[in-house]
C-alpha cells in the first residue's frame, strides 16, 4: 500500500492527526525521550544548529515529558525550535488527562511506582497550553529522503506504548511494519 493511500485511510478513519513532510534535503536528525531533561534537549537542539541542521529536518519521536526534570521547560524549548514531533505514549496520556503515563509497566514494579510519581508531578507542572499541544500531534510523520520513503512513530504500529528493541525478535518487528504498512 503506498504511503499516501495510508495516510488516507487513517484520516478516513479519524485516527489521530499523521502527517507527511513531503521530501526533505540534507541530513535528517531524529531524537526521542528527552524525558523533561532541559539541559540534555538544549545540548541535542545546539548540536544540530552546530552541524547545520535546520528545524524542518528534526524530529523527535515522543516522550518530551518523563521521569520530573523539567516538563514545562523542556515542552517549551522544543515548541520554541520549530521541530517536527510525533506524539509519544506520554503525551498522549497528558494530553488526554489520562490517569498514567501508558507505558504499560507491571503493576507493583519499580518502573510502574516510579512513573505514578513522574505522572502526578509532570501533570500539575505542565499548563494547559501545553496539554492541548501534546494532545493535537501527529501520531506518525512520514518523508521523503535520498528517494527513500520513511515513517517516524513511537512505539509500536497500534501500540503506542509498547517498547521495541535490537534485541526484538525479527519475527515481531516484521509484523510491526506491516501493521504499519497495511498488508
Not at 526484538?168 to 504499519?180: A, C, Q
Request: aromatic share 8%; glycine share 10%; hydrophobic share 40%.
Amino acid at each position: 500500500m503506498p504511503v499516501s493511500a495510508f495516510l488516507a485511510a487513517h484520516r478516513a478513519a479519524s485516527i489521530r492527526p499523521l502527517s507527511d513532510l513531503g521530501s526533505l534535503d540534507g541530513p535528517v536528525l531524529v531524537f526521542g525521550g528527552p524525558y523533561s531533561n532541559l539541559q540534555a534537549t538544549e545540548a541535542v537542539l545546539e548540536e544540530a544548529r552546530n552541524r547545520g541542521i535546520p528545524p524542518g529536518n528534526i524530529i523527535c519521536t515522543g516522550d518530551v515529558v518523563a521521569y520530573c526534570g523539567e516538563p514545562q521547560a523542556t515542552v517549551e524549548a522544543i515548541r520554541n525550535a520549530g521541530i517536527h514531533v510525533v506524539m509519544g505514549n506520554c503525551e498522549e496520556s497528558l494530553g488526554e488527562d489520562k490517569d498514567d503515563c501508558g507505558c504499560g509497566f507491571e503493576e507493583g514494579s519499580a518502573c510502574d511506582l516510579l512513573s505514578q510519581q513522574w505522572f502526578a508531578y509532570s501533570h500539575k507542572a505542565l499548563d494547559d497550553d501545553a496539554k492541548q499541544w501534546m494532545a493535537g500531534l501527529p501520531r506518525s510523520l512520514t518523508f521523503e529522503i535520498n528517494n527513500r520513503r520513511m515513517a517516524a512513530i513511537h512505539g509500536g504500529a497500534r501500540e503506542i506504548g509498547r517498547f521495541i528493541f535490537r534485541s526484538t525478535k525479527r519475527g515481531d518487528k516484521i509484523r510491526e511494519k506491516s501493521l504499519y504498512l497495511g498488508f
